[in-house]
């Protein structure tokens, strides 16, 4: 029996299948069309999934939907009713998307998949839920979903056994941690629902001096964790911007505009924000853990992506161990749907190990063959070599520890926003000017962005604090052990803001943030053998079992998805080689032609 689940029409729109329970395939839309954050219906998406499936629409049993568009359409009536005349503007940019195919998801999938079997719709955080619980390794567990809105839910707990999930409490819009966040995103001169990553990175630039401002005038927060927000500051229910007037005379003047200078001033408000966001978060695992008596917790919705946050729960050892769906976002929301009727539309049963997840190290998207990445590099006339595996990792741990920045392609894409050794652009993270080379020359983005450590799994507790708890998914901070740490000078402790930043904090300082934090990914054998492979080989040369490890795309592109995007990348890039499959490309020998006008005009960086 085979479901397809589908996520669309917000951002991050995903289709995914899952057979007899088991997930075959799962992708982001943005991954095909390369608009990044696309929330089109994902035709494309669809198209793959029922390809690995080996199938087509026919084939499929069951269309699941990952929200209930009527209730969303409920919520968003009624929050203009209660706010007119202010928020027109926003009202008639709005309502005719909704009346012309927002509300009619049946007619949607008639019309573009030629489906006319049965639709099920999930609420929203039901399908954050079941994203996160069914592909976890417990066979009970509490679970927590988080993120801007869904229908009416801004946030809720409940509990998962077995097949059977049930969501006990809910945090209602407006007062969503979620939107507050992505306030001060806004504020701070970032996209809205792309640059909270960014806010999160800048957070150890400053000091929490507005964190008691926001708990005093924002928000009126509870033990529980649940809050109201003061919407006399917001704009977010009904307008076109996230902040007002009052919001910016609160903090002391008008938004940042994009692309302009960071100051102390948005480094100390990211701290503040950050701080609030993991004190608010930390009481809503301490509640939950009270109410539920569960050792473990599953997470999901977009905040669990606020891997700081999530490393403070950890650290506080509310439960004994954390799974986080690695598409937390709406992307996940597609696995959600289509387990959330497997599992409790169908009464399915499903078996947990207490061990393993099975999402299957999120390799869930394309892979490519050797033939068609032979006649791609073909076509460009592109000069490569062709090695055994083993002697491809050892190649390349050369390059790694001679400096030199590599993209690798191999197997299948990643499904989530981070990428794990499929689609990814390494280097040596022992070298001093590695942030600095891949921020500016690879990334072409802002040079205070941490890069994520890979680390193979039975060396991790060496290099990093992770209290015995993997990292698979890059969900998890961790700090530096002090024995890795290197002492700063009286001069360098009196540093400040973006002053910290060329201050080599470690024996990994490309991997080390500066605050001594990393957002770690633990690389198993068992999970993901080829990429273990690889940093064994590095390993091995170089007595280092950590790489630097960032996605393979540049700023305001999503990750690569087919041979084609990556020889792109990698041409219109500073890096110095790829591998693609078993095929090395290096970049001295590539033909200028290449890298010309065109492509760059067809990817202008934003």
């Known amino acids: 029996m085979r479901i397809l689940g589908i996520s669309c029409y917000y951002h991050d729109s995903a289709a995914a299948v899952i057979e007899d329970g088991r997930i075959v395939a799962a992708a982001q839309e943005e991954r095909f069309t390369r608009k990044k954050h696309d929330p089109d219906f994902p035709r494309r998406s669809v198209a793959y999934c029922l390809t690995e499936a080996g199938c087509d629409i026919s084939g499929i049993d069951a269309v699941a939907f990952y929200d209930k568009p009527f209730l969303k359409f409920e919520r968003i009536?009624?929050?203009?009713?209660?706010?007119?005349?202010?928020?027109?503007?926003?009202?008639?940019?709005?309502?005719?998307?909704?009346?012309?195919?927002?509300?009619?998801?049946?007619?949607?999938?008639?019309?573009?998949?030629?489906?006319?079997?049965?639709?099920?719709f999930t609420e929203h955080h039901e399908s954050h839920?079941?994203?996160?619980?069914?592909?976890?390794?417990?066979?009970?567990?509490?679970?927590?979903?988080?993120?801007?809105?869904?229908?009416?839910?801004?946030?809720?707990?409940?509990?998962?056994?077995?097949?059977?999930?049930?969501?006990?409490?809910?945090?209602?819009?407006?007062?969503?941690?979620?939107?507050?966040?992505?306030?001060?995103?806004?504020y701070t001169g970032f996209k809205v629902n792309s640059g909270e990553y960014k806010l999160m990175g800048l957070a150890p630039y400053g000091e929490p001096k507005y964190r008691e401002l926001i708990l005093e005038k924002l928000l009126d927060l509870k033990g529980d964790g649940s809050f109201k927000l003061d919407m006399r500051y917001f704009n977010f229910a009904a307008g076109l911007t996230m902040t007002n007037r009052h919001f910016h005379h609160l903090f002391g003047g008008e938004p940042r505009k994009p692309e302009s200078r960071l100051t102390q001033k948005e480094m100390d408000i990211a701290a503040s924000i950050q701080s609030v966001t993991e004190q608010i978060m930390l009481r809503m695992a301490k509640h939950v853990r009270k109410k539920t008596g569960e050792r473990y917790l599953c997470m999901a919705g977009g905040v669990a992506l606020n891997c700081v946050a999530n490393a403070a729960?950890?650290?506080?050892?509310?439960?004994?161990?954390?799974?986080?769906?690695?598409?937390?976002?709406?992307?996940?929301?597609?696995?959600?749907?289509?387990?959330?009727?497997?599992?409790?539309?169908y009464g399915k049963p499903r078996h947990a190990d207490g061990v393993n997840d099975s999402q299957q190290a999120s390799l869930l998207g394309p892979a490519f063959s050797p033939e068609e990445i032979a006649s791609l590099l073909a076509s460009r006339k592109a000069p490569y070599e062709v090695f055994t595996e083993g002697a491809l990792n050892a190649k390349v741990a050369a390059l790694l520890s001679d400096g030199k920045v590599v993209g690798i392609f191999r197997g299948r894409m990643e499904f989530g926003p981070r990428a794990l050794g499929a689609r990814s652009i390494i280097g040596d993270a022992r070298n001093t000017t590695m942030q600095s080379v891949?921020?500016?020359?690879?990334?072409?983005?802002?040079?205070?962005?941490?890069?994520?450590?890979?680390?193979?799994?039975?060396?991790?507790?060496?290099?990093?604090?992770?209290?015995?708890?993997?990292?698979?998914?890059?969900?998890?901070?961790?700090?530096?052990?002090?024995?890795?740490?290197?002492?700063?000078?009286?001069?360098?402790?009196?540093?400040?803001?973006?002053?910290?930043?060329?201050?080599?904090?470690?024996?990994?300082?490309?991997?080390?943030?500066?605050?001594?934090?990393?957002?770690?990914?633990?690389?198993?054998?068992?999970?993901h053998p080829r990429f273990h492979a690889l940093i064994s080989a590095?390993?091995?040369?170089?007595?280092?079992?950590?790489?630097?490890?960032?996605?393979?795309?540049?700023?305001?592109?999503?990750?690569?998805?087919?041979?084609?995007?990556?020889?792109?990348?990698?041409?219109?890039?500073?890096?110095?080689?790829?591998?693609?499959?078993?095929?090395?490309?290096?970049?001295?020998?590539?033909?200028?032609?290449?890298?010309?006008?065109?492509?760059?005009?067809?990817?202008?960086?934003?």
């Open 77 to 120: 009536l009624e929050t203009y009713l209660a706010t007119a005349p202010v928020g027109v503007r926003s009202y008639l940019l709005a309502i005719p998307v909704w009346l012309k195919k927002k509300l009619w998801i049946p007619s949607v999938l008639q019309r573009e998949l030629g489906w006319d079997g049965p639709v099920l």
């Open 129 to 186: 839920a079941a994203s996160a619980f069914y592909p976890s390794p417990y066979e009970k567990a509490a679970v927590l979903t988080i993120d801007g809105v869904g229908e009416w839910a801004c946030g809720s707990w409940g509990v998962g056994k077995g097949n059977a999930l049930e969501l006990e409490e809910e945090l209602h819009f407006p007062h969503s941690l979620g939107l507050l966040y992505s306030a001060f995103t806004y």
């Open 313 to 345: 729960i950890l650290r506080e050892k509310v439960f004994d161990g954390i799974f986080i769906q690695p598409a937390a976002g709406d992307a996940g929301g597609a696995v959600g749907a289509a387990l959330a009727a497997w599992h409790g539309y």
């Open 438 to 527: 891949m921020n500016l020359k690879i990334k072409f983005r802002e040079s205070f962005r941490p890069f994520a450590p890979a680390v193979l799994a039975e060396h991790a507790e060496e290099y990093f604090e992770t209290g015995g708890h993997e990292s698979p998914y890059m969900l998890f901070t961790a700090f530096v052990t002090k024995k890795h740490r290197k002492k700063m000078t009286a001069a360098e402790e009196k540093l400040f803001g973006i002053e910290k930043l060329n201050v080599p904090r470690s024996d990994i300082p490309a991997v080390t943030h500066v605050d001594y934090s990393a957002r770690l990914q633990t690389v198993s054998k068992e999970a």
């Open 538 to 606: 590095f390993y091995k040369k170089t007595g280092c079992p950590v790489v630097v490890n960032t996605s393979f795309n540049v700023r305001g592109e999503p990750i690569v998805c087919t041979p084609e995007d990556a020889y792109r990348c990698f041409m219109r890039t500073d890096m110095d080689a790829m591998v693609m499959e078993n095929y090395l490309l290096l970049k001295s020998e590539q033909p200028k032609l290449a890298a010309d006008s065109d492509w760059k005009k067809e990817y202008e960086l934003d």
